[in-house]
C-alpha cells in the first residue's frame, strides 16, 4: 500500500513539473505565433542554382509538356 502512495507523490511532481513547463512556455512567447508555422513549408528555403540536377529535370520536363 506504500508503494502506492509513493507511486500517487512521483506522479503528482512529474504532472506538476509538465505544468510549469507549459506555463512557463506560454509566458515565454513559445506559441505567439499561430499562422507561420503553418505555412512555412509552403516557402522555398533558397533560391535554386542552376547545377542543381532536380532543376535541370523539371526544366526539361516542362518544356516538353509546352511543346
Known sequence: MSVIVILIIIGIIVAGGFL????WAVKSGQ???TYSPAVRML???SKPTENDPINIDSDENSKSKTK
Open 43 to 45: 516557402f522555398d528555403d
Open 31 to 33: 506559441y505567439d505565433d
Open 20 to 23: 510549469a513547463s507549459f506555463i
